[in-house]
T-cell receptor
């Protein structure tokens, strides 16, 4: 079974530039998550989709971050404009159904973003 | 107070030792709990879910203490391959609202 795919794996940009990340979840998974993981910290949930609807985006900095999952399958996360503090690994995860009590999240390899 | 707190460590233990980590959570409405393992520069992977009655998987035992609002992970007979960061995960509000702890780093020494 194919896992969660993410691209690009690495990205280096200058501050104030824009960047976009792509995620393709495991086939059939209804729930998709985007996390930001800063070095030495745990993943921080940015946004959670159930199919193509947003379940939780309370920690998404909406002035610069946006995410969509238009057809309920793959998703893009955009940062515009980037700041130095956005340097982190951006992880995408999916689960079969995030509304059930115990559901396993499967993570992609992440995109390592460096903002100079 | 952070919603989920873990001792970052590192915990340096010899092979064969038993080691335990705790994770405290602040919201009593939390519903489901997990331990994930993350190797250096890799993505997190589920180690085990934590059920109310406690559960065991080989050398690993997870416990939930609702009264004191913490979960624990016990690793017996530590192996070199257990060296990793162990992340505590708490879900609330209809099993959503996911919060990860900062992780506890374990280093098993030969």
């Amino acid at each position: 079974e194919a896992g969660v795919a993410q691209s690009p794996r690495y990205k280096i940009i200058e501050k104030r530039q824009s960047v976009a990340f792509w995620c393709n979840p495991i086939s059939g998974h209804a729930t998709l998550y985007w996390y930001q993981q800063i070095l030495g910290q745990g993943p921080k949930l940015l946004i959670q989709f159930q199919n193509n609807g947003v379940v939780d985006d309370s920690q998404l900095p909406k002035d610069r971050f946006s995410a969509e999952r238009l057809k309920g399958v793959d998703s893009t996360l955009k940062i515009q404009p980037a700041k130095l503090e956005d340097s982190a690994v951006y992880l995408c995860a999916s689960s079969l159904d995030g509304t059930v009590r115990y559901n396993e999240q499967f993570f992609g390899p992440g995109t390592r973003l460096t903002v100079l | 107070r952070k919603e989920v707190e873990q001792d970052p460590g590192p915990f340096n233990v010899p092979e064969g030792a038993t080691v335990a980590f705790n994770c405290t959570y602040s919201n009593s409405a939390s519903q489901s709990f997990f331990w994930y393992r993350q190797d250096c520069r890799k993505e997190p992977k589920l180690l085990m879910s934590v059920y109310s009655s406690g559960n065991e998987d080989g050398r690993f035992t997870a416990q939930l203490n609702r009264a004191s609002q913490y979960i624990s992970l016990l690793i017996r007979d530590s192996k070199l391959s257990d060296s990793a960061t162990y992340l505590c995960v708490v879900n609330r509000r209809g099993y959503q609202k996911v919060t990860f702890g900062t992780g506890t780093k374990l280093q098993v020494i030969p």
